[in-house]
């Protein structure tokens, strides 16, 4: 019903107003005239189908009137804002429009998911929609009972507010947003949410005598990429942040621990979950609490507005888990891609069960707290729920004797690079220039470094049979050098800003040819996948490449493996000389 009646309002008021302005001012004449109509609102204050508004003008001193008294209670707050665009309808728009609602059955309440979910979808992206299933799922991590108080800071969409209060919990929800929706929700909805606007790190609601209210159980989304002050920690009056970052993940997680009695749901971007300095401080301290329950991965393109993968992070003050359940919820049986591109989650209740019913099985594991602190502290899924891909890097590594790679190699960074076009030139050979068969043969472009790098430098410059691999962007792309690479044209050659060199300390124990080819093998990728991080650019930390197995077959079956490669090399000499012939003959047909 109510559906409908927006589709008519919109196209009653559209024309004189952009689509991001016409669901406040909408949504605001449907509240008025339903709290009117159920006697909430009585005098100059209600509407009155005899006596309707003059014109827009005397419309907007009305609601003002109503933002600026108590006679709605905190719920008057639905009307301290009014958009600018309601002054520009006609008196003949106002008046349809109010005919039109006055028309209208209003008795019974605009369900608040339905509601929240209307408004997402027609909002764009000016409002922070969620996805139905992701709040659903949250909440049924969270285990959302009625007569809860449930806290929910950062709020943007109030789509979490809306699916709690489908449950019957009291729901007190922080926003940074000074627009009416939250209490309009309220009186279409028969809802009686707390809302408090203020940033919720900065300047928390909800207090008690000074000291910040506790609640039963937490839901949080807060927003991606935001950067507070440092010295937030310093400021803060409530002793909430033992890491003195500007990382709003790091601070999100511990201000919402402060405020939950029991058990809290976060969003956190994957970043968290690996990376050093605060978050892996933050990531220890909640280990050594035991007070991680999960870690839900979930698919990349969820978000209406990014193309951002993140996870989910069930925590519990309440009670100690000495057993954290990791669940890949972006594995491709668990969600479906929309007309658009978008990620939709189809399997969110199998995915909360999962974790609910600490069930292990080709999606989900189960990792005691000191094997997880014994992996560096990271709590990326994919370090734990293994692909079939995983299970054959595992069935190759016990097959032969094996080694951490830094036992094998000397692994030497980049040479830095000038900024300006002064110094001494060089060839860089970046991912671009990796070869799909053979040795890396063509540099992609010159470069210029100062005198200073190079005297520091010189073991830099690449030499015979090093290996070059990719640990940012294009992760786990490799490429191998020829013999003659430090000799005459080929002498002065350095990788690229994005890449590590691997360097064979000792050859006898296992020849570079032999590495290069396991590491751009299907099994060398699928290891080298399982180290890979990155928040929104993939990145392989330097400490998780020293650390991965190679495997180190005996002589015998590395000369195989020499023999086939050396092979490879020869049959791609053949393939370019074939070309320059091609190339050739095709220039003669024609000439200038």
Same mark, same amino acid.
């Given at each position: 019903?109510?559906?409908?009646?927006?589709?008519?309002?919109?196209?009653?008021?559209?024309?004189?107003?952009?689509?991001?302005?016409?669901?406040?001012?909408?949504?605001?004449?449907?509240?008025?005239?339903?709290? *009117?109509?159920?006697?909430?609102?009585?005098?100059?204050?209600?509407?009155?189908?005899?006596?309707?508004?003059?014109?827009?003008?005397?419309?907007?001193?009305?609601?003002?009137?109503?933002?600026?008294?108590?006679?709605?209670?905190?719920?008057?707050?639905?009307?301290?804002?009014? =958009?600018?665009?309601?002054?520009?309808?006609?008196?003949?728009?106002?008046?349809?429009?109010?005919?039109?609602?006055?028309?209208?059955?209003?008795? +019974?309440? #605009?369900?608040?998911?339905?509601?929240?979910?209307?408004?997402? !979808?027609?909002?764009?992206?000016?409002?922070a929609s969620l996805p139905n299933e992701l709040t659903g799922l949250m909440a049924k991590l969270a285990r959302v009972e009625p007569s809860m108080k449930v806290y929910l800071p950062f709020e943007q969409s109030f789509q979490l507010t809306a699916v709690v209060q489908t449950l019957s919990?009291?729901?007190?929800?922080?926003?940074?947003?000074?627009?009416?929706?939250? #209490? +309009?929700?309220?009186?279409? *909805?028969?809802?009686?949410?707390?809302?408090?606007?203020?940033?919720s790190l900065e300047r928390p609601g909800f207090l008690e005598e000074g000291r910040l209210t506790q609640f039963d159980i937490s839901l949080g989304f807060p927003p991606f990429g935001v950067k507070y002050d440092p010295m937030l920690a310093e400021r803060d009056l409530f002793g909430r942040?033992?890491?003195?970052?500007?990382?709003?993940?790091?601070?999100?997680?511990?201000?919402?621990?402060?405020?939950?009695?029991?058990?809290?749901?976060?969003?956190?971007?994957?970043?968290?979950?690996?990376?050093?300095?605060?978050?892996?401080?933050? %990531?220890?301290?909640?280990?050594?609490?035991?007070?991680?329950?999960?870690?839900?991965?979930?698919?990349?393109?969820?978000?209406?507005?990014?193309?951002?993968?993140? !996870?989910?992070?069930?925590?519990?003050?309440?009670?100690?888990?000495?057993?954290?359940?990791?669940?890949?919820?972006?594995?491709?049986?668990?969600? &479906? &891609?929309?007309?658009?591109?978008?990620?939709?989650?189809?399997?969110?209740?199998?995915?909360?069960?999962?974790?609910?019913?600490?069930?292990?099985?080709?999606?989900?594991?189960?990792? =005691?707290?000191?094997?997880?602190?014994?992996?560096?502290?990271?709590?990326?899924?994919?370090?734990?729920?293994? *692909?079939?891909?995983?299970?054959?890097?595992?069935?190759?590594?016990?097959?032969?004797?094996?080694?951490?790679?830094?036992?094998?190699?000397?692994?030497? %960074?980049? +040479?830095?690079? !000038?900024?300006?076009d002064e110094g001494i030139s060089v060839q860089e050979v970046g991912p671009a220039d990796f070869p799909e068969y053979g040795y890396a043969q063509i540099p992609g472009r010159q470069v210029f470094i100062t005198e200073a790098a190079l005297a520091k430098g010189r073991k830099q410059f690449?030499?015979?049979?090093?290996?070059?691999?990719?640990?940012?962007?294009?992760?786990?792309?490799?490429?191998?050098?020829?013999?003659?690479?430090?000799?005459?044209? =080929?002498?002065? #050659?350095?990788?690229?800003?994005?890449?590590?060199?691997?360097?064979?300390?000792?050859?006898?124990?296992?020849?570079?040819?032999?590495?290069?080819?396991?590491?751009?093998?299907?099994?060398?990728?699928?290891?080298?996948?399982?180290?890979? *991080?990155?928040?929104?650019?993939?990145?392989?930390?330097?400490?998780?490449?020293?650390?991965?197995?190679?495997?180190?077959?005996?002589?015998?079956?590395?000369?195989?493996?020499?023999?086939?490669?050396?092979?490879?090399?020869?049959?791609?000499?053949?393939?370019?000389?074939?070309?320059?012939?091609?190339? &050739?003959?095709?220039?003669?047909? #024609?000439?200038?």
């Amino acid at each position: 019903m109510y559906e409908k009646l927006i589709h008519q309002l919109a196209q009653l008021l559209r024309g004189n107003m952009l689509p991001d302005e016409f669901y406040p001012v909408a949504l605001q004449l449907l509240a008025w005239v339903r709290v *009117s109509k159920r006697g909430r609102l009585t005098g100059g204050l209600a509407f009155n189908p005899v006596e309707p508004p003059r014109d827009a003008k005397h419309l907007v001193s009305i609601f003002n009137q109503i933002g600026s008294s108590e006679a709605l209670g905190p719920d008057s707050s639905a009307f301290v804002y009014v =958009s600018p665009a309601l002054q520009h309808l006609s008196p003949g728009q106002v008046l349809q429009a109010l005919e039109l609602l006055a028309d209208a059955n209003l008795d +019974l309440p #605009w369900a608040t998911d339905n509601l929240t979910a209307a408004m997402s !979808s027609a909002a764009g992206k000016s409002f922070a929609s969620l996805p139905n299933e992701l709040t659903g799922l949250m909440a049924k991590l969270a285990r959302v009972e009625p007569s809860m108080k449930v806290y929910l800071p950062f709020e943007q969409s109030f789509q979490l507010t809306a699916v709690v209060q489908t449950l019957s919990a009291a729901t007190f929800s922080e926003t940074k947003m000074a627009w009416p929706f939250p #209490w +309009l929700v309220n009186l279409l *909805s028969d809802t009686s949410a707390s809302v408090y606007v203020g940033d919720s790190l900065e300047r928390p609601g909800f207090l008690e005598e000074g000291r910040l209210t506790q609640f039963d159980i937490s839901l949080g989304f807060p927003p991606f990429g935001v950067k507070y002050d440092p010295m937030l920690a310093e400021r803060d009056l409530f002793g909430r942040f033992p890491e003195q970052t500007a990382s709003i993940a790091v601070l999100a997680v511990r201000h919402i621990l402060a405020r939950t009695k029991g058990r809290a749901v976060v969003a956190v971007p994957n970043g968290l979950l690996f990376s050093p300095g605060a978050e892996r401080s933050l %990531r220890e301290d909640l280990l050594a609490k035991k007070q991680i329950e999960a870690v839900v991965a979930l698919p990349a393109a969820l978000l209406p507005n990014t193309a951002l993968a993140f !996870s989910l992070l069930i925590l519990n003050r309440e009670n100690a888990s000495d057993e954290i359940v990791f669940v890949d919820g972006a594995n491709d049986a668990l969600f &479906k &891609k929309d007309g658009r591109g978008r990620a939709v989650l189809t399997a969110w209740e199998q995915i909360a069960d999962l974790v609910l019913s600490r069930i292990e099985n080709d999606i989900s594991r189960i990792i =005691s707290v000191e094997d997880v602190l014994g992996n560096d502290a990271q709590l990326q899924v994919n370090r734990y729920c293994k *692909s079939s891909d995983g299970e054959a890097v595992e069935a190759l590594l016990a097959k032969f004797p094996n080694r951490a790679l830094v036992e094998l190699v000397s692994i030497v %960074r980049p +040479l830095p690079i !000038s900024s300006s076009d002064e110094g001494i030139s060089v060839q860089e050979v970046g991912p671009a220039d990796f070869p799909e068969y053979g040795y890396a043969q063509i540099p992609g472009r010159q470069v210029f470094i100062t005198e200073a790098a190079l005297a520091k430098g010189r073991k830099q410059f690449l030499r015979p049979f090093d290996i070059a691999i990719t640990i940012k962007g294009s992760v786990g792309k490799v490429a191998i050098f020829p013999p003659e690479i430090d000799v005459g044209v =080929s002498a002065g #050659w350095v990788v690229g800003q994005s890449c590590l060199v691997l360097r064979v300390d000792d050859k006898g124990i296992i020849d570079p040819r032999v590495l290069f080819s396991f590491l751009k093998s299907e099994i060398g990728q699928a290891l080298l996948k399982q180290i890979v *991080s990155g928040a929104s650019v993939p990145l392989i930390q330097l400490r998780e490449l020293e650390k991965i197995r190679i495997p180190v077959p005996d002589r015998l079956e590395q000369e195989k493996t020499i023999e086939a490669f050396e092979k490879i090399v020869e049959i791609e000499r053949l393939v370019a000389s074939s070309r320059d012939e091609q190339r &050739k003959l095709s220039n003669a047909i #024609w000439t200038i």
